[in-house]
């Protein structure tokens, strides 16, 4: 599914884990109690998505664009987010045990 359009669907309860979605645009997409663990979501465009209290352990968002998104209570135990703008983020609270930040913004 890498560079696939899905904006603005309706995907709430899809398991998502483990697959390929690089370069996809997940703009504004729905993915309330869906599941994302080990998916790949390299250079993805995730801008305005509520990625709350999901389980995002072992993701790769290298690159990814996080503007917008929601990752409050999320789970991002060993995710790869190199390079990913989390300016003016609180992350507060987060556990990020193995998480990768190698370039990440984090100001």
């Known amino acids: 599914l890498s560079g ?19 370069g996809a645009n997940l703009r504004g997409a729905l993915l309330a109690k869906a599941s994302l663990s080990g998916a790949v979501l390299h250079g993805a465009d995730l801008s305005g998505v509520d990625l709350s209290k999901l389980d ?11 503007s917008g998104a929601n990752l409050t ?5 060993g995710a790869n987010m190199t390079g990913v703008d989390l300016s003016k983020r ?18």
């Open 4 to 22: 696939v359009d899905l904006s603005k669907r309706d995907m709430r309860g899809f398991d998502l884990s483990k697959v390929n979605l690089s």
């Open 56 to 66: 995002l352990s072992g993701i790769d968002m290298s690159n990814a664009n996080l």
């Open 73 to 77: 209570g999320a789970s991002l135990k």
């Open 90 to 107: 609180d992350l507060r609270g987060f556990d990020l045990t193995g998480v990768n930040l190698t370039g990440a913004n984090l100001s």
